[in-house]
């Protein structure tokens, strides 16, 4: 996980630990003989790309600094049900109080790896790269993010303060879309691309003609697309085309098809909660 901010990570799971386990765990409180040692089992219970062990690892290793995570896959693996993903061994009250958070993470970002290979699989020859929106889980964007990484797509503006996207709403405050763009183009200078969303032909000529570098179509149909598709690049054969929005597994071929360069999927829509995986604890 190279790439991702490793103390952000720590300050999320040490939040999480904290809204999970309150002033403590009084079951295992109660239940539980002090220095009780036991061995816990991640078990897959159907075929998934692994993602979120060394987020696993950091909870239990915030709660005990000598506890770790011994892995018999890697993130970004696919395994098939019934595979044991990792164990560790330790006292039994700290593997109790963070089964639950450690457990919710890897379920959560296999889920994200798993149908982002999907989609990327979907449109494999095509030349379309899936990337992610901005619709993600508050909190969890860094981290779902690398799970999207993990199952093959690939990573657009990751927040407000990398890109530059305008919209429909932006167009109501600025005087339109003209004015918006020429706006940004003056203030942001040649550096930075900016990208605009456009609905019809009249908005298409008015964002290439102005010197958009990526048109956004959204929540658009496959045919609208591709209507849009070749005339955008009858006026600039170099701009771009990313299309986001009612973009499902069942047609997302039909986007790549249509000559979408990015298909941005929302990863709070499009993958399932959780991917089924126990941890399975036993006293030693």
């Given at each position: 996980?190279?790439?991702?901010?490793?103390?952000?990570?720590y300050?999320?799971?040490?939040?999480?630990l904290?809204?999970?386990?309150?002033?403590?765990?009084?079951t295992?409180?109660?239940?539980?003989?002090?220095n009780?040692?036991?061995?816990?089992?991640f078990?897959?219970?159907?075929?998934?790309?692994?993602?979120?062990?060394?987020?696993a690892?950091?909870?239990?290793?915030?709660l005990d600094?000598?506890?770790q995570?011994?892995?018999f896959v890697?993130?970004?693996?696919?395994?098939?049900?019934?595979?044991?993903i990792?164990?560790?061994?330790?006292?039994?009250?700290?593997?109790?109080?963070?089964?639950?958070?450690?457990?919710?993470?890897m379920?959560r970002?296999?889920?994200?790896?798993?149908?982002t290979?999907?989609?990327?699989?979907?449109?494999?020859?095509?030349?379309?790269?899936?990337v992610?929106?901005?619709?993600s889980?508050?909190?969890?964007?860094?981290?779902?993010?690398?799970?999207?990484?993990?199952?093959?797509?690939?990573?657009?503006?990751?927040?407000?303060?990398?890109?530059?996207?305008?919209?429909a709403?932006?167009?109501?405050v600025a005087?339109g879309l003209a004015t918006?763009?020429?706006?940004?183009?003056?203030?942001?200078?040649?550096t930075?691309?900016?990208?605009?969303?456009v609905s019809?032909?009249?908005?298409?000529?008015?964002a290439?003609e102005?010197?958009?570098?990526?048109?956004?179509?959204?929540?658009?149909?496959?045919?609208?697309?591709?209507?849009?598709?070749?005339l955008?690049?009858?006026?600039?054969?170099?701009?771009?085309?990313?299309?986001?929005?009612n973009?499902t597994?069942?047609?997302?071929?039909s986007?790549?098809d249509?000559?979408?360069?990015?298909?941005?999927?929302?990863?709070?829509?499009?993958?399932p909660?959780?991917?089924?995986?126990?941890f399975?604890?036993?006293?030693?």
């Amino acid at each position: 996980m190279n790439w991702m901010d490793e103390g952000a990570l720590y300050s999320q799971i040490a939040m999480m630990l904290r809204e999970d386990l309150g002033r403590g765990d009084i079951t295992s409180q109660a239940i539980v003989q002090r220095n009780t040692r036991a061995r816990g089992r991640f078990v897959a219970n159907q075929k998934m790309i692994v993602a979120g062990l060394e987020a696993a690892e950091e909870v239990f290793l915030t709660l005990d600094s000598q506890q770790q995570l011994e892995a018999f896959v890697s993130d970004g693996e696919e395994i098939e049900a019934g595979k044991v993903i990792a164990r560790t061994n330790g006292f039994a009250d700290i593997l109790l109080a963070g089964e639950r958070v450690a457990l919710s993470l890897m379920q959560r970002l296999s889920a994200v790896a798993t149908t982002t290979n999907q989609f990327v699989r979907a449109v494999a020859e095509t030349g379309a790269q899936i990337v992610a929106t901005r619709e993600s889980t508050p909190g969890l964007r860094m981290l779902e993010r690398y799970a999207l990484l993990l199952g093959g797509g690939s990573n657009n503006r990751f927040g407000l303060d990398d890109g530059v996207v305008l919209a429909a709403n932006h167009f109501a405050v600025a005087d339109g879309l003209a004015t918006a763009v020429k706006n940004a183009k003056a203030k942001l200078g040649h550096t930075q691309k900016i990208e605009v969303q456009v609905s019809n032909e009249e908005e298409l000529r008015s964002a290439v003609e102005l010197g958009a570098d990526i048109v956004l179509f959204e929540s658009l149909s496959p045919e609208e697309v591709s209507k849009l598709t070749e005339l955008g690049r009858s006026l600039s054969p170099l701009i771009s085309v990313e299309c986001s929005g009612n973009v499902t597994l069942g047609n997302v071929r039909s986007f790549a098809d249509a000559g979408a360069n990015l298909i941005g999927i929302n990863l709070l829509q499009c993958s399932p909660a959780a991917m089924d995986i126990s941890f399975v604890i036993q006293p030693f």
